[in-house]
């Protein structure tokens, strides 16, 4: 008899016990899931590459405001952008005024011109700079070797608001092959209401 009572009590150490098993093995689910953003709330800052945009071009290099990016052989930095909506009593038709650097870390002077800067509007449209005669803007010249160049580009978007886009493409970089075009893009919402 003391045989049988000790092969059951050894059965009883050797086998699992189904209550604790199952709740070792839930708890077990429920912390690696956890773990792996399962059950955690969407991650509010979404990459760029899941914004949509309507003018996505395969050569765009994406960031946000205050990014660097590389475009060719430049780093340029959308510094901040800022809702104007007059600059006077008489131009008062709602502006994106954008603060920017660019930097050649190169050993060659780059060529740059404003209009390399444009915007793209929540509609998908892209624009120039505006000419606002009462501010100065960046103007086209010449990027020493090794230097940078900060300044600020102004755009007319009257009322507009939603997501819009810094684009930049310098034109005395582009190359031939269309395949090779590179664009720095920089994605932001924006408001009338903002000032």
Sequence with gaps: MSGTRTSRAAARQRAPRRGVGAVVLAASVVVALTGCGAFSEADEDAT???????????????????DTVEVYDLRATVTEVRRVAEYGEIDNRGYVEVTISMENPTSSAVDY??????????????SNTAN???????????????????????????????????????????????????RGVWVFESAPEEG
């Design 113 to 126: 011109d404003r209009s390399d800067w444009r915007i793209e509007k929540p509609d998908g449209t892209i």
């Design 48 to 66: 760029l590459a899941d914004v949509e945009r309507a003018n996505r071009e395969e050569g765009d290099v994406e960031g946000q405001v205050g």
């Design 132 to 182: 606002v005669s009462t501010e100065e803007q960046l103007l086209d010249d010449v990027i020493p070797a090794g230097g940078t160049v900060e300044g600020r580009v102004i755009f007319s978007v009257g009322q507009e608001e939603g997501q819009f886009a810094i684009l930049f493409s310098p034109a005395s970089l582009r190359p031939d092959d269309p395949l090779g075009v590179e």
